[in-house]
């Protein structure tokens, strides 16, 4: 069975850094690549950025480009997200999601994980 | 960016109704374009890929169409558990989702 597990809610502080992680399981992690999204309360879903695992290699939307960085493992099928210096404003639930087809970097999302709340606030 | 618009942001209707939903774009996407249900607390699901082909397991109720700048996305009969919210996404770029439709039973 394919799973996209994430970890758990996270509470932090203005400027604290901070990475969520995505593990995948049920598939071969390296065939597919993961994608990042965003959902600040109440509102829709934005599209931050996307890793190949098998060589790292990631894209991101302009919007979240130089805010956040998008990182894997391969070797324990994990792809991470992260910030340097946290603002109020990233509180959000955080999904990843596997892309539909193998090694393609563009597609829609077929399986996500269960998303991670993280709460920035001073 | 390619921007998406969905339309209407509230929809209404009974149970057994045919429902529809329309998204647009401000420029031509071919048939990249998916469908997602996203029911509250959970994560969105993925009903409908390339406009047009279903997902495995999602009912036959659920159907999409269209090319180009626009599609939609069709429930035959509306039936109580497909309360949600439904989003469009564009996958000719850099992907970008619309602003979601809310459907509620009447």
């Known amino acids: 069975e394919v799973q996209l597990v994430q970890s758990g809610a996270e509470v932090k502080k203005p400027g604290e850094s901070l990475r969520i992680s995505c593990k995948g399981s049920?598939?071969?992690?390296?065939?597919?690549?993961i994608t990042w999204v965003r959902q600040m309360p109440g509102r829709g879903l934005e599209w931050m950025g996307r890793i190949d695992p098998s060589d790292s290699n990631t894209n991101y939307s302009p919007s979240f480009q130089g805010h956040v960085t998008i990182s894997g493992d391969k070797s324990i099928s994990t792809a991470y997200l992260q910030w340097r210096s946290l603002k109020a404003s990233d509180s959000a639930i955080y999904y990843c999601?596997?892309?539909?087809?193998?090694?393609?970097?563009?597609?829609?999302?077929?399986?996500w994980g269960q998303g991670t709340l993280v709460t920035v606030f001073s | 960016d390619i921007q998406m618009t969905q339309s209407p942001s509230t929809l209404s209707a009974f149970v057994g109704d045919r429902v529809t939903i329309t998204c647009r774009a401000s420029q031509s996407l071919s048939t990249w374009l998916a469908w997602y249900q996203q029911k509250p607390g959970k994560a969105p699901k993925l009903l409908i890929y390339?406009?047009?082909s279903l997902e495995s397991g999602v009912p036959s109720r659920f159907s999409g169409s269209g090319s180009g700048t626009e599609f939609t996305l069709t429930i035959s009969s509306l039936q109580p558990d497909d309360i949600a919210n439904y989003y469009c996404?564009?996958?000719?770029?850099?992907?970008?989702f619309g602003q979601g439709t809310k459907v509620e039973i009447k």
């Open positions: 999601a596997r892309h539909l087809a193998p090694y393609d970097s563009s597609g829609a999302f077929d399986y």
């Open positions: 049920g598939y071969g992690f390296t065939s597919y690549w």
């Open positions: 996404q564009q996958y000719n770029s850099y992907p970008t």
């Open positions: 390339k406009a047009s």
